[in-house]
Nanobody, 115 residues
């Protein structure tokens, strides 16, 4: 079983930056597709950014050009660099690892962007 622990959330003003980190148990990058999702109050959870086992990245249209997903194999960590943050980016952000029918989730980290 994969365990994921997010960190790096917080309160930031609009236009600011945050970097989220997701520490994974074990070496999972070659086995799992990884992603960052977010869920705002009253909304469904949505994909923000993903990185495949082969290193291919994809982003939601709403964050393209502002967010960057990356991974550090030596530290078994997935990062989400978020720049030019907007109030509408406010949500709980979750790290995920998916392989076939199995999806694992972290506990989430709150990101709040004030206007």
């Amino acid at each position: 079983q994969v365990q994921l622990v997010e960190s790096g959330g917080g309160l930031v003003q609009a236009g600011g930056s945050l970097r989220l980190s997701c520490a994974a148990s074990g070496s999972i990058f070659s086995l799992y597709n990884l992603g960052w999702f977010r869920q705002a109050p009253g909304e469904q959870r949505e994909l923000v950014a993903g990185i495949s086992r082969g290193g291919i990245t994809n982003y939601a249209d709403s964050v393209k050009g502002r967010f960057t997903i990356s991974r550090d194999g030596a530290k078994n960590t997935v990062l989400l660099q978020m720049n030019s943050l907007k109030p509408e980016d406010t949500a709980v952000y979750y790290c995920s690892a998916k392989q076939a029918l199995n999806t694992y989730w972290g506990q989430g980290t709150q990101v709040t962007v004030s206007s």
